[in-house]
């Protein structure tokens, strides 16, 4: 009989059987919920393509911007999606460093989520610029043509930010990830699982000197990871600091941008594991000990968050320009015609997380999963203020103009969430969701081989061993 182990972050776990049992029974049939909700999210995805290609045919004007709005709610999106991605390096790389035991639960399903948000941003620069086939020309590629991208130019820096965002995140997700494949491998019953997983664990053994290279090599992973937390997001907010329209040009962007992606990140991830947690049964792993150490991230984000909102609206009252107060998204946009995507805004970014000081809240998963919700909406709505009210008011009085979501761009949006969430349900089905490896370290080896009482088993510690083990033993 299999001696049962405690964890003191984990306490409800059992045997380490019981860890592969859990996490890898997962990958079996899935249930008729699961089908019905990759379907509508398959459904999404083609919607989404059949609008980009009446928008193809038609003209970028399918989309609503004109003339000074050149961007609308595909760049609002693309922002928004480049953000999501940011609490995965945050959890699964910097949290590694310094040693935070409560990540191990969450951090796969957060980097996964990292890989699909950057997937998904992706699609919107290529949709913006009307013609995709052209989209290359912002590469620096060798050509006899002698056509380079203007190095100058922000926009520029961003295929070099994103693109090497995902390189290292995709590498990053996949290196971890080995020894649990190896686990699927030796427990897969289908033989083109067997043989998939076969590959992709790359012959892994489990001998002391891959777990010496794993190690070492995650991390320096997690070491290289942990600089693109602040410079991927800071790259993207000198999209608008580098420009002079009014409400743009300002030093806080780069903070700012970078805590306001962390909080929507946190709240995305979130937003995905409570209702995974619940149909998949991972209570034992997922516990209110993770949401309450995440929702004191996320005040602590909305706080930075709220204070770069004060200190815009202060600046444009106290310099008394008139274009930074009829153009700002804050002042005009508090009281103009985007009044209401303002305070949707503040409401949901400076209010709402107001409710995660209370204990009860924090611990709570539906008051979390409504939250963050809000927060998600907040933050979307947050990017369409920035970039809309002050594109709808610049210097010049008769250039002023309104803009309205159109149809197809409406579309297009609503299908880049079926398009993430249609990847994420397909990782859950194919790859493990939660680090065996890593909750097994956390759980303290038996001391012997039959069974003993309960009552000393939960308090039985692993004696001090060689190689790779618990966090006491490194």
Request: aromatic share 16%.
């Amino acid at each position: 009989m299999a001696t049962v182990i405690r964890s003191e972050t984990h306490p409800a776990i059992g045997s380490y059987e019981e860890v592969n049992h859990d996490i890898l029974r997962l990958l079996s049939r899935p249930g008729r919920s699961y089908t019905i909700l990759l379907a509508v999210t398959i459904a999404l995805v083609i919607t989404m393509f059949t609008a980009w290609g009446v928008q193809i045919v038609l003209g970028i004007g399918m989309s609503g911007l004109r003339n000074p709005i050149g961007w609308g709610v595909y760049i609002t999106t693309f922002v928004f999606w480049v953000g999501i991605g940011h609490a995965g390096t945050l959890i699964s790389a910097i949290l590694y460093l310094f040693r935070a035991r409560w990540r191990q639960s969450i951090y796969r399903a957060a980097e996964a989520m990292t890989v699909f948000a950057v997937m998904t941003a992706g699609l919107f620069p290529v949709i913006h610029v009307g013609r995709p086939w052209l989209a290359y020309y912002l590469i620096p590629y060798p050509n006899q043509r002698m056509i380079w991208p203007n190095f100058r130019s922000p926009l520029v820096w961003d295929v070099f930010a994103v693109g090497t965002y995902f390189t290292v995140s995709a590498t990053f997700f996949f290196i971890g990830m080995i020894p649990d494949l190896a686990a699927a491998r030796d427990s897969a019953v289908v033989p083109w699982r067997r043989r998939l997983y076969s590959i992709l664990s790359l012959g892994w053994r489990g001998t002391n000197w891959e777990w010496k290279n794993f190690t070492r090599a995650y991390l320096y992973l997690a070491a290289l990871a942990t600089p693109l937390v602040l410079s991927v997001h800071s790259v993207v907010s000198w999209d608008f600091a580098m420009s002079l329209v009014p409400g743009w040009h300002s030093t806080v962007f780069a903070p700012y941008f970078v805590a306001g992606a962390i909080f929507s990140g946190l709240a995305m991830v979130l937003t995905l594991l409570i209702p995974i947690r619940k149909i998949y049964g991972l209570e034992a792993y997922f516990t209110p000990r993770h949401t309450e150490a995440m929702a004191k991230m996320m005040l602590l984000t909305a706080m930075i968050v709220s204070y770069a909102y004060a200190c815009e609206a202060f600046v444009g009252w106290y310099t008394f320009e008139a274009a930074e107060q009829h153009g700002g998204y804050l002042l005009f946009g508090a009281t103009g015609e985007y009044w209401w995507s303002t305070w949707l805004m503040v409401t949901c970014n400076f209010f709402v997380p107001q409710l995660l000081w209370f204990r009860s809240v924090r611990r709570s998963f539906a008051a979390m999963f409504v939250i963050t919700l809000f927060v998600n909406i907040g933050m979307w709505f947050e990017r369409y203020s920035i970039i809309v009210v002050s594109l709808s008011h610049e210097y010049s009085p008769w250039m002023w103009n309104q803009y309205r979501p159109s149809l197809t761009g409406m579309l297009i949006i609503l299908g880049s969430f079926g398009w993430f969430l249609m990847w994420f349900l397909l990782f859950l089905r194919l790859l493990p969701a939660v680090s065996v490896a890593e909750l097994k370290e956390v759980l303290p080896a038996p001391l012997r081989l039959y069974r003993r009482p309960r009552a000393v088993e939960e308090t039985t510690r692993r004696p001090p061993v060689r190689g790779r083990g618990t966090e006491e033993n490194r």
